[in-house]
Protein backbone atom coordinates (compact mmCIF):
# COMPACT_ATOMS: atom_id res chain seq x y z
CA UNK A 1 0.00 0.00 0.00
CA UNK A 2 1.28 3.26 -0.77
CA UNK A 3 0.52 6.75 0.28
CA UNK A 4 -0.89 9.79 -1.34
CA UNK A 5 2.79 11.11 -2.70
CA UNK A 6 3.30 7.71 -4.08
CA UNK A 7 0.20 7.77 -6.06
CA UNK A 8 0.55 11.18 -7.20
CA UNK A 9 3.72 10.07 -8.68
CA UNK A 10 2.55 6.91 -9.81
CA UNK A 11 -0.19 8.46 -11.64
CA UNK A 12 2.54 10.83 -13.50
CA UNK A 13 4.23 7.89 -15.07
CA UNK A 14 1.08 7.88 -17.41
CA UNK A 15 1.90 8.44 -21.08
CA UNK A 16 0.62 11.52 -22.05
CA UNK A 17 0.09 13.00 -18.32
CA UNK A 18 0.22 16.63 -17.24
CA UNK A 19 -1.51 16.86 -13.62
CA UNK A 20 -2.63 14.95 -11.14
CA UNK A 21 -4.88 15.77 -7.50
CA UNK A 22 -6.41 13.36 -5.16
CA UNK A 23 -9.43 15.52 -4.03
CA UNK A 24 -11.72 15.69 -0.87
CA UNK A 25 -15.06 15.32 -2.12
CA UNK A 26 -16.88 17.13 0.84
CA UNK A 27 -14.56 20.18 1.01
CA UNK A 28 -13.10 20.01 -3.19
CA UNK A 29 -9.79 20.58 -1.36
CA UNK A 30 -6.60 18.58 -3.37
CA UNK A 31 -5.01 16.39 -0.29
CA UNK A 32 -1.87 16.70 -2.48
CA UNK A 33 -1.34 17.75 -6.25
CA UNK A 34 1.83 16.88 -8.54
CA UNK A 35 1.94 18.37 -11.90
CA UNK A 36 4.65 20.32 -14.88
CA UNK A 37 2.14 21.97 -16.93
CA UNK A 38 2.70 25.57 -16.65
CA UNK A 39 -1.19 26.48 -17.37
CA UNK A 40 -2.59 24.03 -15.86
CA UNK A 41 -3.77 25.02 -12.02
CA UNK A 42 -4.82 21.58 -10.47
CA UNK A 43 -5.71 23.42 -7.44
CA UNK A 44 -8.66 25.34 -9.13
CA UNK A 45 -9.28 22.44 -11.53
CA UNK A 46 -9.98 20.00 -8.60
CA UNK A 47 -12.41 22.01 -6.80
CA UNK A 48 -14.40 22.52 -10.19
CA UNK A 49 -14.34 19.52 -10.76
CA UNK A 50 -16.05 18.40 -7.43
CA UNK A 51 -19.05 19.97 -8.67
CA UNK A 52 -19.08 17.80 -11.37
CA UNK A 53 -18.86 14.20 -8.84
CA UNK A 54 -21.67 15.95 -6.83
CA UNK A 55 -23.34 15.96 -10.13
CA UNK A 56 -23.06 12.99 -11.52
CA UNK A 57 -23.84 10.84 -8.23
CA UNK A 58 -27.38 12.97 -7.98
CA UNK A 59 -27.66 12.05 -11.90
CA UNK A 60 -27.55 8.32 -10.78
CA UNK A 61 -29.21 8.36 -7.69
CA UNK A 62 -32.34 10.06 -9.16
CA UNK A 63 -31.98 7.49 -11.83
CA UNK A 64 -32.71 4.66 -9.20
CA UNK A 65 -30.17 2.01 -10.26
CA UNK A 66 -29.17 -0.42 -7.75
CA UNK A 67 -25.74 -2.02 -7.12
CA UNK A 68 -24.18 1.20 -10.37
CA UNK A 69 -21.59 3.00 -9.42
CA UNK A 70 -19.78 5.31 -11.42
CA UNK A 71 -15.82 3.88 -12.09
CA UNK A 72 -14.96 7.43 -13.72
CA UNK A 73 -15.61 10.33 -15.47
CA UNK A 74 -14.36 11.70 -18.50
CA UNK A 75 -14.20 15.35 -19.88
CA UNK A 76 -12.71 15.49 -23.26
CA UNK A 77 -11.02 18.90 -24.33
CA UNK A 78 -9.59 19.76 -27.97
CA UNK A 79 -5.77 19.07 -26.55
CA UNK A 80 -6.71 17.31 -23.02
CA UNK A 81 -8.36 14.58 -21.04
CA UNK A 82 -9.34 14.79 -17.80
CA UNK A 83 -10.24 11.65 -16.09
CA UNK A 84 -12.01 11.83 -12.57
CA UNK A 85 -12.11 8.32 -10.34
CA UNK A 86 -14.09 8.61 -7.40
CA UNK A 87 -12.21 6.35 -5.31
CA UNK A 88 -14.29 3.41 -3.50
CA UNK A 89 -11.70 1.20 -1.25
CA UNK A 90 -11.09 1.21 2.13
CA UNK A 91 -9.86 4.96 3.33
CA UNK A 92 -10.40 6.14 -0.10
CA UNK A 93 -14.38 6.60 -0.23
CA UNK A 94 -15.19 10.89 -0.33
CA UNK A 95 -11.80 11.32 -2.20
CA UNK A 96 -11.19 11.35 -6.37
CA UNK A 97 -8.06 10.94 -8.50
CA UNK A 98 -8.82 14.17 -10.77
CA UNK A 99 -5.61 13.30 -13.63
CA UNK A 100 -5.16 15.87 -16.80
CA UNK A 101 -3.68 13.69 -19.78
CA UNK A 102 -2.29 15.44 -23.30
CA UNK A 103 -4.64 14.08 -25.82
CA UNK A 104 -1.92 13.55 -28.48
CA UNK A 105 0.02 11.49 -26.21
CA UNK A 106 -2.01 9.71 -23.97
CA UNK A 107 -3.81 6.02 -24.35
CA UNK A 108 -7.22 6.69 -23.08
CA UNK A 109 -7.61 3.04 -21.84
CA UNK A 110 -4.37 2.33 -20.62
CA UNK A 111 -4.78 5.38 -18.49
CA UNK A 112 -8.24 4.03 -16.94
CA UNK A 113 -6.21 1.04 -16.50
CA UNK A 114 -3.54 2.63 -15.36
CA UNK A 115 -5.73 4.56 -12.33
CA UNK A 116 -7.82 1.73 -11.22
CA UNK A 117 -4.59 -0.41 -10.36
CA UNK A 118 -3.25 2.83 -8.22
CA UNK A 119 -6.43 3.18 -6.67
CA UNK A 120 -6.06 -0.34 -4.98
CA UNK A 121 -2.85 0.52 -4.02
CA UNK A 122 -3.61 3.50 -2.48
CA UNK A 123 -3.76 4.46 1.43
CA UNK A 124 -4.85 7.16 2.74
Known amino acids: MGGVEQALKEALTIDGALGVALVDLSSGMALGTLGHAADLDLTLAAAGSTDLVRATRRANELQNRPGEATEDILTTLTHQYHLIRPLTGPGGEGLFLY ?24 AV
Open 99 to 122: LVLDRARSNLALARHHVRRIETGL
